[in-house]
């Protein structure tokens, strides 16, 4: 295969910054072709000064020219504005992978959530969720990848090899720690510095974020798939009993990364421990060469920048809690890295062609 020409639109917000970062030096992407309306004809470093001179002459062009001229188009644009595109572009006969809310959850749970009806539910079949290490036998080949939310990303990691167990009781409490990069680029005036220094709140409390139905149906998957023998072989179309997840996000003064606490009540009769919980996650992730079980609690400085998952548990003997963590940079395994290791699985390619397993410390 000759090499590819990547299209991103939406590549002025930070999701698009990292897709040009990894995309840039992938091995199997010749050419890179970028779209945003903001800086219509401006060159590159003109938005971004981290990639002055890197990519001489490459300016932000039209959609039309994007999706015209790109053999795969990667899609770091709001929801409900992407569809559209999506749809444009692959009537266009392009390959997607979209960073948007868009394909990620069925018509009508998307109605139900976002509250408006799908812009284009006809193109739900042909999409494949891409949260890589529970979908991966089915995103080789897709033509539609739908890459997951940050928060989910960090949830549905830490609670899919509880569900597979059988291990959700009856209280599923997801609290997550986020940096304010999630927010996008131009979020108004409570992300400034002023409003967010020596500052944390929560927001969207007790699972009316709309990244909560993403974590319920993850989990109603694993738990699915485990009851169908298939283990991790999670299918984005099956028919499965969503979860029941309360979850509170939590906005801390840091630029990037996500602490995702869950905390599982087991139901009555299952026992457990600290080791079993941690031999549990390490059995559920082998192989899986971005994610990383470790016995210490997971820090977000320890993924800033990286594409990786790191995971650890602990079990609460006193109230007979399971206690899953999980951190993640958000702008990486959260976003932009999510979104190339979906296109890796997709054309084949090594899965962690372009992406990055290593923080930055300090």
Known sequence: M???TAGILGASGYGGAGLIQRLSHHPEVGQLVLGSRQYLGKELGVCWPQFQGLLPGTRFEETASV????????????HGATAPLVAQALAAGKRVVDLSADFRLAPDTYARWYGAP??????????????????????????????????????????APLAAHGLLGASVVVTVLTGVSGAGRTPGESFTYAELNENAKAYKPGGTHRHTAEMEATAGRAAAAAARGDGKRL??????????????????????????TCS???PEGASSSTAELLGLLRDYYSGDPLVVVQDDLPQTKAVAGSDRAVLSAHYDERS????????????????????????NVAFGFPEWSGLTQSGMWP
């Not at 999706?67 to 709001?78: N, R, Y």
């Not at 042909?126 to 990303?153: D, F, I, K, W």
């Not at 809690?321 to 190339?340: E, M, R, S, W």
């Open 2 to 4: 000759s090499a590819l």
């Open 67 to 78: 999706i015209e001229k790109s053999d795969v188009l990667f899609f770091a644009t709001p």
């Open 118 to 159: 799908h812009p284009h539910p006809e193109l739900y079949e042909r999409a494949r969720y891409g949260l890589v290490e529970l979908h991966r036998n089915e995103l080789p080949g897709a033509q539609l990848v739908a890459s997951p939310g940050c928060n989910a990303t960090a949830g549905s990691l830490a609670l």
């Open 235 to 260: 299918r984005t179309h099956s028919p499965f009993e969503p979860a029941r997840v309360s979850f509170t996000p939590h906005l801390v003064p840091m630029s990037r990364g996500i602490l995702a």
């Open 264 to 266: 599982v009540k087991l």
């Open 320 to 343: 007979d809690h399971a206690l899953v963590f999980c951190v993640i940079d958000n702008l990486g395994k959260g976003a932009a890295g999510q979104a190339v290791q979906g296109f």
